[in-house]
């Protein structure tokens, strides 16, 4: 992922540093008032201040839902798949820190402490209600998902892993990433891109700890990937079935001719793997 990713943010924050993926996905329609959206900022204890997309709150819901999005990117990844939240859950979206409108501003390029965040926020929104809860990770929000699952096993039921990035040995750095550690470059692309690049840069060193951890956990995990994903190849795949233990990983779904935007392209297949993750005990797996 790391070197095409790369490329793309140098090229991107060059030419088009104007605009990235913090502006909102790519296509989509909705706006928070369509998709059935608020926003709200929460500021957790650690000071740390979220900004968060929230559904239509619902009084007792059968589950909650939190999506991470990958790098660069916003809650605004989530909405078209926030629209179609079913009327027994509540879904909550959010800008992951050095993202968006959360705070601190600056990159956070480790994964412990994107875990510690989204357990504090779930803590946050979930407000101790025996509640089910289902994180949903793609591309870069995939590892943080895994790591959450490492380090706070008892704040979630189940993870999914969509086009998610876990084989440290896939991680290669594009010469143009370095370059854009250096002014006048840095300054050039804006922070956005600045930060996205932060996280390629040491995500390989991230995945090579995390990797000596999943095989422990006992978290429902569930996979979903493209068979033609040129930014988080499908290799990752078979990393994953080698990494995880078989009680832990419930499925693995490859679909197929589709590409690393699982998220727009696949939002009812999506759905229909979170409403299996609340139904399946994890013991069943």
Not at 1 to 25: A, D, E, N, Q
Not at 102 to 110: D, E, F, I, L, N
Not at 135 to 150: D, E, F, N, R, T
Not at 160 to 171: C, G, K, Q, R, T
């Amino acid at each position: 992922m790391t070197s095409k990713i790369g490329r793309l943010l140098f090229i991107s924050g060059l030419f088009l540093s104007f605009c990235t993926m913090g502006c909102g996905p790519p296509g989509t329609s909705q706006s928070y008032g369509t998709a059935g959206v608020t926003e709200k900022i929460i500021t957790l204890p650690n000071t740390h201040q979220i900004r968060t997309l929230m559904s239509a709150e619902r009084q007792n819901p059968k589950a909650f839902v939190i999506f991470i999005h990958g790098t660069p990117g916003s809650a605004d990844t989530w909405l078209d798949t926030m629209a179609k939240t079913p009327a027994n859950i509540t879904s909550v979206a959010y800008d992951r820190l050095g993202f968006g409108s959360s705070r601190p501003k600056g990159a956070v390029t480790s994964l412990k402490e994107h875990a510690e965040t989204v357990a504090l926020l779930k803590r946050a929104v979930v407000q101790g209600q025996n509640t089910p809860t289902i994180l949903v990770g793609h591309s870069y929000g995939g590892p943080i998902a895994a790591k959450v699952a490492v380090q706070y096993p008892e704040e979630i039921t189940a993870i999914i892993l969509v086009a998610a990035a876990l084989d440290p040995s896939l991680e290669k750095i594009h010469w143009a990433q370095r370059l854009a550690t250096y002014q006048p470059i840095k300054f050039l692309i804006g922070s956005t891109l600045r930060n996205a690049n932060a996280e390629l840069i040491t995500l390989e060193q991230e995945l090579v700890d995390l990797q000596t951890q999943i095989n422990d956990t006992a978290v429902a995990t569930y996979v979903l990937h493209g068979s033609e994903d040129e930014l988080v190849p499908a290799e990752n795949v078979a990393f994953m079935k080698r990494q995880y233990q078989p009680s832990a990983l419930c499925s693995i779904e490859m679909i197929e001719g589709q590409n690393h935007f699982l998220p727009w392209n696949e939002i009812d297949r999506l759905w229909a793997l979170i409403e299996r993750s609340i139904n399946t005990p994890a013991a069943a797996c």
